[in-house]
């Protein structure tokens, strides 16, 4: 009951991550490689939390 509410954490991390690949792949698009790499990398960071938490489920 109490947990009616309670925000599910890993439908947030999907919505970060998708929004994470749409802005690298606006980046490579318009040629910012560097910026690409960055986002790239985090987004690889929020899909292993994503993993982690589908795991402990």
């Known amino acids: 009951?109490?947990?009616?509410?309670k925000k599910d954490p890993l439908?947030?991390?999907n919505k970060e991550?998708?929004?994470l690949l749409?802005?690298?792949?606006?980046?490579?698009?318009?040629?910012?490689i560097e910026g690409y790499s960055k986002?790239?990398?985090q987004a690889d960071a929020v899909y292993k939390e994503i993993q982690q938490l589908e795991?402990?489920?």
Do not use: V
């Open 39 to 41: 986002l790239s990398e």
């Open 1 to 5: 009951m109490f947990g009616l509410f």
């Open 17 to 19: 991550y998708g929004e």
């Open 22 to 32: 749409e802005k690298a792949m606006n980046a490579q698009r318009t040629g910012d």
């Open 11 to 13: 439908k947030q991390l």
């Open 55 to 57: 795991s402990q489920r």
